[in-house]
């Protein structure tokens, strides 16, 4: 199982970025799909989810912000963030758990400057 990330950068401080999780080995339609994000010297927390079934959940200082999204033609899940703000800096991750199993892509760094 593999959850390829793309899509992290710099950007300025109300600025949009999209990042992608294209996934081989399991299906979004079928899997909950998340992003998740780790600042510097802390654990990982939950940034937005999407059901299987669609349903979409976010952080309270997210919403309004980003949008997570799925294709399920391409097997990929996104995050739409606008209005990026400096705190919003950091490094994020892919996740779907399938049963037991937890699977992580590997982390993209996303920076927005003040």
């Known amino acids: 199982v593999q959850l390829q990330v793309s899509g992290g950068g710099s950007v300025q401080a109300g600025g949009s970025l999209r990042l992608t999780c294209v996934a081989s080995?399991?299906?979004?339609?079928?899997?909950?799909g998340a992003w998740y994000c780790q600042f510097p010297g802390k654990q990982r927390e939950p940034v937005a989810l999407?059901?299987?079934?669609?349903?979409?959940n976010y952080e309270d200082s997210v919403k309004g912000r980003f949008t997570i999204s799925r294709d399920n033609a391409k097997n990929s899940i996104y995050l739409q963030m606008n209005s990026l703000k400096p705190e919003d800096t950091a490094v994020y991750y892919c996740?779907?758990?399938?049963?037991?199993?937890?699977?992580w892509g590997k982390g993209t760094q996303v920076t927005v400057s003040s």
């Open positions: 996740y779907s758990r399938v049963d037991i199993f937890d699977y």
């Open positions: 999407i059901s299987s079934g669609g349903s979409t």
């Open positions: 080995e399991i299906s979004f339609s079928n899997n909950a």
